[in-house]
């Protein structure tokens, strides 16, 4: 028995389904572009694999397809102007590149330099689902921000994620 699940109602379900908020980022022989995306999970850690779900509609899908490399800047609650910036269309690569400082670690694909997290990885294999590729990718390198923190995607709004405080220990007198 199938039934058939509305598109809208499908939107509405992943709406509550939260999500770490990513910069995705490449540069190589079709140029520097980079996107936000939502849609990021670990495959495996033998070999270090992640996957990340882009738009084949998306200015940014041919660039990442061609480069062959991709850095995922995991971001942070101060992230939410950048993650804007990358995630609105018609905004020059340029501008949106030039909202935050980057560096460079193994592959060439920019890395935020005060990411929470970047992972920069080389393009191991693209598998088309309905409107989406997904990019199998392995690591090649890593670069841990100082503090981990993050922000979330959930119900079409950010919200951040801080470390929890640290626990207080009192004396105990008799």
Not at 19 to 24: H, K
Not at 40 to 58: E, G, I, K, Q
Request: glycine content about 8%.
């Amino acid at each position: 028995m199938m039934t058939t699940v509305e598109r809208s109602e499908f939107r509405e379900a992943m709406s509550r389904l939260g999500a770490a908020v990513n910069i995705i980022t490449t540069d190589g022989p079709a140029g520097l572009h980079g996107l936000t995306a939502s849609a990021v999970c670990s495959v495996t850690d033998d070999p270090p694999t992640l996957l990340v779900c882009v738009n084949r509609a998306s200015n940014v899908h041919a660039a990442l397809s061609a480069n062959g490399v991709l850095c995922v800047n995991v971001l942070a609650s101060r992230h939410q102007d950048l993650s804007n910036l990358f995630g609105k269309g018609g905004i020059p690569v340029e501008d949106r590149f030039a909202g935050a400082q980057w560096r460079m670690l193994t592959t060439g694909a920019p890395a935020l330099a005060d990411a929470v997290v970047s992972l920069d990885c080389t393009v191991a294999q693209i598998t088309e689902v309905g409107t989406h590729s997904v990019f199998f990718c392995r690591v090649q390198a890593i670069a841990l921000g100082a503090h981990p923190e993050g922000l979330i995607y959930f119900n079409r709004a950010y919200h951040d994620l801080a470390p929890p405080a640290p626990a207080l220990h009192h004396a105990c007198t008799p």
